[in-house]
């Protein structure tokens, strides 16, 4: 047995560049059990990070008993990470679940049928329609649905309702990553794939935490760092994460500072020709302009703008520059922070300079942070039009009124869609008095939490939650649904690198609680949506009705699921989209003709000015004629929002921490996870400890102009200058979840900004100014975590994480014959 709390990421399997990565199978079953007890095994995926790892759910005595990775997937070989072996089953079997609707009487919430709080609904949107129109509406949803259930709340918004008034928290985790793909390649959708890292000759993250955000991943990087060839690695994150220990270059650059590192390392790699004349020609447009904006950043001059050595800059930019094969990865460090879509752009613009997509080893991974955020894009859930069509296009909006058999005119075209901080600002202002949250805990989770709730408690607004447990964001609503969990309902998702899984239902969901897509479905048919022809918008009778339907809105465009069904999905491995008659076994890498979906026709967009957010427009897009070619862009570099000074001296920073997923609505049930990190931190160099007179477990009270938060500290490897906190940290765990928030204040967006990029409307939750004061003297150490990132200085004083039986479990590595 392996304690996979202290090992994070198990025992490692070394394999050489251009080699398969070897099976291991991660196994935990319910404590006593062995294989003979489990009645059935079920084919699922995880749903606790953006990887999307294949497993299989043990299933006894109709419950869900345990999990173990599926040797046969692509994405995983078997291998699971802490979070899916201890919060998968466990974080749905727990006693907090909700069982029945609530309605709110006499200002409590109280239990009902499902006919009363459905009517409560329905009557309200009902009345709203009639009285003001559709623009009263608006939806919040998550990264965590299932496929079809984005696509049946993406029709009912958009040719149901008719509002533009929809978004998904994956609008603060990864919207900049759809942004930076369309800006750059005309469309969403990753070039690469998970493989490129059995390819590469170096991989660069650029703020991607990898070890405690795809643990798995991490593992086959490690796995290939162990093996005879390893690859170089380049990190690029403020604090001295699991990655960084293992970089050969280590940027901890000051928070907000991206931009300007990325223009020095495009500057050195153009000035010392390390770059493909021939590809840039025949491929891309608008280099030029990409080569004057850059020119003013020296080695010097990031140095003294980032806080790094200009002798770090030079030599990441020569291992990009001459490596042969280059995997790059990014994600929050660089999403959250000051101008994220231009901050990744550069990254795209690195490997177009060297020709560097579509080739094995030769990958960029916009990452996401939610383990079906791909579908909420893809499916129009989060505000875009599904399928990856173009909300500018006439063409495109004629599609889908004929596909749904409805008027163009009902389907939101006349603007922007509804970002997610928009959406609650229209709720503040009054005009959207109808919102639907499903699966997501803004309570937690926004910007500038003090703001946010007092936002949900208006009485103005009628809050409908859709959920699994009574949340933060649930302790507001007016009506709250019980939601089924991942393994007790059907549905497909598709992870970050394009693969799509099948997860089957493995047990029912306990007392009424039902999938989303029934509740969706429901909603539909007693509001009475209906086609032109007069047939009920959404007739589909379950799963593989919505599945086959979304098939037919992807034929023919990049996101293709054309190939693809459930029987196709099930038995073997996930599959990497578009799948279709040209490729009927799936598409490893997106471009590898260097043709890109930017022609006028076929584009998810006609892009933006960077700086601004402003729309290029259809008339200016089609003058620059990229009809295929990839798309320098760039934006003149502008600094963080809000810099420290003298009053609030420091940079705040947020992230998460591996043992932990979003709000703890899981993983804060799991017995071992939360013992690993089972309460809020904040991180400080020693070098500011001391000035502060701080020592471990210190608690302080850290103050943006905002907010506060109470937290014991952690003297850790981190920037000086610089505060972490994690931001899983909210109330429902605390003795007074009302009251907690002014008595005790510890989530860490109690103290964010409420500010977004231009581009990709993703809130910034990397930089903000705060202050720290001592309040008390230390009880002990902090409860952070000492595996990872939150290590501390002095190991030798801190207790090290383990996780004793709880945390334990199998690992199975077969023999080659075994494995083939």
């Not at 802490?82 to 009487?105: C, H, M, V, Y």
Request: net charge negative; with cysteine.
């Amino acid at each position: 047995m392996v304690d996979r709390i202290a090992e994070v990421w198990g025992t490692r399997t070394p394999f050489a560049q251009g080699g398969r990565w070897p099976v291991r199978v991660d196994q935990v079953l319910a404590e006593g059990l062995s294989e003979g007890d489990v009645e059935k095994w079920v084919q699922s995926a995880c749903v606790l990070c953006s990887n999307g790892c294949g497993v299989d759910i043990a299933v006894k005595d109709g419950k869900m008993v345990g999990i173990r990775g599926r040797a046969v997937d692509l994405v995983n070989h078997g291998r699971l990470g802490p979070k899916g072996l201890f919060a998968s089953w466990q974080g749905a079997a727990n006693k907090d679940r909700l069982t029945s609707p609530l309605i709110r009487e006499d200002g409590k919430l109280v239990p009902c049928d499902w006919d009363t709080a459905m009517e409560r609904v329905v009557s309200r949107s009902k009345e709203l329609l009639a009285s003001k129109g559709p623009l009263t509406h608006g939806f919040y949803t998550s990264g965590q649905l299932f496929l079809e259930e984005y696509y049946a709340l993406g029709i009912l918004g958009k040719a149901g309702l008719g509002t533009p008034h929809m978004d998904g928290n994956t609008r603060l985790c990864t919207a900049t990553s759809a942004a930076a793909l369309k800006e750059s390649f005309g469309s969403d959708g990753q070039p690469g794939t998970y493989e490129d890292i059995d390819d590469c000759d170096a991989i660069f993250l650029y703020g991607h935490n990898m070890a405690e955000t795809q643990t798995v991943l991490w593992a086959r990087v490690l796995d290939r760092i162990s093996g005879p060839d390893k690859p170089l690695v380049v990190c690029v994150d403020p604090r001295s994460t699991e990655v960084a220990r293992y970089a050969d270059v280590h940027l901890a650059v000051r928070p907000g500072t991206n931009l300007a590192l990325m223009h020095g390392l495009l500057r050195e790699v153009i000035r010392n020709g390390w770059i493909d004349e021939d590809y840039i020609v025949e491929h891309t447009v608008c280099f030029e302009d990409l080569a004057e904006q850059i020119e003013p950043w020296t080695p010097e001059a990031v140095a003294a703008e980032c806080g790094v050595e200009a002798a770090d800059v030079v030599e990441a930019a020569r291992i990009f520059g001459t490596s042969k094969r280059v995997l790059s990865t990014v994600l929050q460090g660089f999403y959250q922070s000051a101008q994220a879509t231009a901050s990744s752009c550069q990254v795209n613009n690195l490997h177009l300079l060297r020709g560097m997509i579509g080739r094995p080893g030769c990958g960029i991974l916009q990452m996401n942070g939610q383990p079906t955020a791909q579908n909420t894009r893809e499916a129009g859930a989060d505000g875009d039009l599904p399928g990856f069509r173009n909300w500018e296009n006439p063409a495109h909006i004629k599609q889908l009124a004929e596909l749904w058999d409805v008027d163009s005119l009902v389907i939101p075209h006349w603007a922007p869609p509804t970002h997610a901080a928009q959406i609650f600002r229209y709720a503040e202002q009054g005009s959207i008095e109808f919102l639907w949250i499903s699966a997501t805990n803004p309570a937690v989770s926004m910007p500038q939490l003090p703001r946010i709730r007092e936002i949900l408690a208006k009485p103005e607004l009628f809050l409908v939650v859709q959920d699994m447990y009574m949340t933060e964001t649930a302790q507001y609503a007016d009506v709250v649904l019980p939601a089924a969990a991942w393994g007790e309902k059907t549905g497909t998702f598709t992870n970050v690198n394009r693969t799509v899984h099948l997860s089957e239902q493995a047990v029912e969901p306990p007392g009424l609680a039902r999938s989303d897509l029934r509740i969706f479905l429901d909603y539909s048919r007693r509001m009475d949506f209906r086609t032109r022809s007069g047939c009920p918008l959404l007739d589909w009778e379950g799963p593989e009705d919505g599945f086959n339907a979304w098939r037919e809105c992807t034929k023919g465009q990049l996101c293709d699921y054309s190939g693809l069904s459930y029987d196709l999905l099930r038995g073997g491995s996930g599959v990497q989209w578009p799948v279709n008659d040209d490729h009927p076994d799936g598409t490893a890498r997106l471009y590898a003709d260097g043709n890109f979906r930017t022609h006028g026709d076929d584009s998810e967009t006609y892009g933006h000015d960077l700086s601004t957010g402003a729309t290029v427009g259809e008339q200016a897009y089609r003058a620059m004629a990229p009809n295929g070619r990839a798309i320098f862009k760039t934006a003149a570099y502008q600094g963080a929002h809000e810099p420290p000074d003298s009053e609030y001296p420091f940079n705040y920073t947020t992230g998460r921490t591996v043992y932990h997923f979003h709000t703890r609505t899981k993983t804060g049930r799991s017995l071992p996870l939360n013992a690993a990190a089972p309460d809020v931190w904040v991180e400080l160099a020693e070098s500011d400890a001391e000035a502060l007179g701080l020592g471990e477990g210190d608690v302080v009270r850290v103050e943006s102009r905002r907010g506060q938060l109470y937290a014991p500290v952690r003297i850790a490897n981190t920037r000086p200058g610089t505060v972490f906190a994690p931001f899983h940290y909210g109330y429902w765990d605390s003795p007074d979840p009302a009251n907690a928030p002014e008595e005790r204040p510890r989530a860490a967006n109690e103290l964010t900004l409420t500010e977004w990029d231009p581009v990709s409307k993703q809130p910034v939750f990397k930089t903000a100014a705060v202050r720290v004061t001592k309040v008390a003297d230390t009880t002990g150490p902090a409860p952070a975590p000492t595996t990872t990132a939150s290590r501390p200085v002095r190991r030798e004083r801190v207790p090290a994480t383990v996780g004793g039986a709880a945390g334990e479990a199998t690992e199975f590595v077969p023999a080659e014959s075994e494995e083939r």
